[in-house]
């Protein structure tokens, strides 16, 4: 049987708060009636460190785990070995400082990159363990993994109250735009308007096209996050998804469209395509916290776009 967790009177921490999804979380909470919301950022608290993991859990009542070392396919091929240190040794060292100063919750997020690299579409819960993740993002993914096995070892052992959400790819506005580190939407949005700004005559993308993703609102995610934070506590992982799959190929033409780009686009087979496939099995989510996504995925796109052009 769920408890309900009472965010009003809870002193809350977000790590990584300050960044794209957790300044959303944090509007999200105070939405709940949240009033002690403290949003911590990498500049403040090196996770790596236990000592900073120790400082940032003191006093708290709930911990909510966003930060993490986060970047596309070619981030990841350049930067495994920091992907997997930096992302497990964060996760980890804080989870297990929230036990000791005894931290009434501890809410862990993980990401579609567990997924072994062949797995049934739509993604259950149940195939987490079904094979090894797509090579490019797997020390990324596996180092958040590492965060299922210690929350549900925690729980076990000691009764901690842990849960482990994996969400699905995110968008939005206020998302990384950086070309070094972003994710394919808001890395290909930078990119055709560049194009369009400069009358480029072709835009080039890597892959073939053939690849799905599935994307969710960032403020659908934070939403996500908030429902599971107050409803959810059981040891099984629970994927935050919109319940659709889009072609890489199919994108790229909708937010050509939406840019109003008129050129061409040359697809660069030299470079990888990541995971074949990828949505997620949302029954879960919708089961244990009532939660479904909202905002139809053109809108989103269109709200993303005209935020990145008027952002400040």
């Known amino acids: 049987m769920n408890t309900t967790t009472d965010l009003s009177q809870s002193q809350i921490i977000i790590t990584g708060g300050t960044g794209f999804l957790g300044s959303h979380l944090a509007a999200e909470l105070s939405k709940y009636g949240a009033q002690q919301v403290h949003a911590l ?11 900073a993991c120790r400082k940032a ?79 490019t993002n797997a020390p990324y993914g596996m180092a958040k993994k590492m965060l299922l096995v210690q929350s549900q070892a925690y729980r076990q ?57 599935e994307f969710l609102y960032v403020e659908d995610a934070a939403r996500a996050i908030v429902m599971a934070t107050q409803r959810y506590d059981k040891s099984d992982p629970v994927n935050i998804g919109a319940g659709f799959e889009i072609s890489i190929k199919d994108l790229v033409n909708k937010i050509k ?22 949505m997620l099995d949302i029954t879960r989510a919708k089961k244990e916290f009532g939660f479904q996504a909202s905002v139809p995925f053109d809108m989103g796109l269109q709200k993303t776009i005209r935020w990145y052009i008027h952002r400040p």
């Not at 950022?41 to 000592?51: G, Q, V």
């Not at 972003?182 to 892959?207: C, M, R, T």
């Not at 469209?257 to 990828?278: A, E, H, K, L, S």
Request: proline content about 7%; aromatic content about 12%.
């Open 157 to 213: 052992q000691y009764g901690f109250h842990s849960i482990f959400l994996l969400p699905v790819n995110l968008y939005g506005p206020g998302d990384n735009f950086n070309p070094e580190s972003s994710h394919v939407i808001p890395s290909l949005i930078k990119k055709f308007l560049e194009a369009k700004k400069a009358g480029a005559k072709e835009v080039v993308v890597w892959g073939t096209g053939k690849a799905t993703r």
């Open 57 to 135: 859990v003191k006093h708290a009542d709930i911990v909510i785990h966003l930060a993490a070392k986060v970047g596309g396919i070619g981030y990841n091929r350049e930067h495994p070995a920091e992907m997997f240190y930096d992302n497990i040794m964060m996760g980890t060292g804080l989870m297990h400082e929230a036990w000791k100063a005894g931290v009434k919750k501890f809410v862990a997020i993980g990401t579609i990159c567990c997924y072994p690299k062949f797995t049934p579409v739509p993604f259950k819960e149940e195939n987490l363990w079904d094979g090894y993740p797509e090579e």
């Open 257 to 278: 469209y939406i840019v109003g780009y008129t050129g061409q686009i040359i697809w660069d087979t030299t470079q990888p395509d990541g995971q074949p496939r990828r």
């Open 41 to 51: 950022s990498s500049k403040e608290y090196d996770l790596r460190n236990p000592s």
